[in-house]
């Protein structure tokens, strides 16, 4: 049996989305706190928190999982996905060359590697995609439309999607896509 959406639409709804979020943000926390003891020569606790980091991300996916906060049939959000981490790769850069003009040359250098991995996420997106799903490539005759915050691609008619549609990826309204050329 699959869990993917049996609380929508359900008293427990409510309760899983705050729960996904809840522990989204925790991920955050224990990865910053393991850095942060990490900093401070304090590697075993470090690695518990990642530990707990990995734990708290697994429970994220979970509660967003029987939320039905992504859609089962998750291919065309793979692809879009895809777009978003390759672009993704050029966005982080620049952003990485902005701390090095602020003086943050540390930062910027680990930044530098964070844009090399969300181009690599692009790259095996690709590849999962075209082994999996190869047809999904030819958008031929279909609309391709591009979130402008995160680089997400929409195919198909955006325009038949309910108004309170969202970026599935940054949470941006609709009216942030355009179509792409």
């Not at 999996?132 to 999607?161: M, Q, R, S, T």
């Amino acid at each position: 049996m699959s869990l993917h959406g049996i609380t929508k639409g359900t008293p427990l709804e409510k309760m899983a989305e705050m729960m996904a979020l809840g522990e989204a943000k925790g991920t955050m926390m224990y990865y910053t706190l393991a850095r942060l003891a990490k900093e401070q020569g304090l590697d075993d606790v470090a690695a518990q928190f990642v530990q707990a980091a990995n734990q708290e991300a697994v429970h994220a996916g979970f509660y967003a999982t029987v939320n039905g906060m992504l859609p089962k049939d998750f291919w065309q959000l793979v692809r879009g996905v895809m777009s978003a981490e390759t672009s993704g790769e050029k966005k982080v850069k620049a952003m990485a060359d902005k701390f090095r003009e602020a003086g943050f040359g540390e930062a910027a250098d680990e930044m530098e590697i964070f844009a090399r991995q969300e181009g690599h996420h692009g790259v095996m997106l690709a590849k999962i995609l075209e082994k999996h799903c190869p047809g999904l490539f030819e958008a031929a005759g279909k609309k391709i439309y591009v979130c402008a915050v995160c680089g997400y691609e929409y195919v198909g008619d955006l325009d038949a999607e309910p108004e309170d549609f969202v970026c599935p990826l940054c949470g941006q309204p609709k009216k942030v896509f355009s179509l792409k050329d």
